[in-house]
């Protein structure tokens, strides 16, 4: 098993800066990454970033790319995301989620979540 809890969010303007944070336990050595996903009211769920141990290879969706940055400290306890220039429309909840096999993108490859923290962007 593996337990996130994510923090960071908030309420901000459009152009503002927020940095999300995923606080990771549990056996970590059978994951292959962590990724960030974001649900706006209505919408989908979509992939946002994640990070890959192997390489430590980072891919980002195409609508954050250059704005958001993944990372992680060095004993993978904690996952960020640093969000910049941020847009209404990044308004959501974002969740962390721990990999497993499967496409980065997927929600399906993700077999832990947390429990979200509300990014509200306005304009």
């Known amino acids: 098993q593996v337990q996130l809890v994510e923090s960071g969010g908030g309420l901000v303007r459009a152009g503002d800066s927020l940095r999300l944070s995923c606080a990771v336990s549990g056996r970590t050595s059978d994951t292959y990454g962590m990724g960030w996903f974001r649900q706006a009211p209505g919408k989908e769920r979509e992939f946002v970033a994640a990070i890959i141990w192997t390489g430590n290879v980072t891919p980002y969706a195409d609508s954050v790319k250059g704005r958001f940055t993944i990372s992680r400290d060095d004993a993978k306890t904690t996952v960020y995301l640093q969000m910049n220039s941020l847009k209404p429309e990044d308004t959501a909840v974002y969740y962390c989620?721990?990999?497993?096999?499967?496409?980065?993108?997927?929600?399906?490859?993700?077999?832990?979540w947390g429990q979200g923290t509300q990014v509200t962007v306005s304009s």
């Open positions: 989620a721990a990999k497993g096999s499967g496409p980065v993108s997927s929600g399906r490859s993700y077999p832990y």
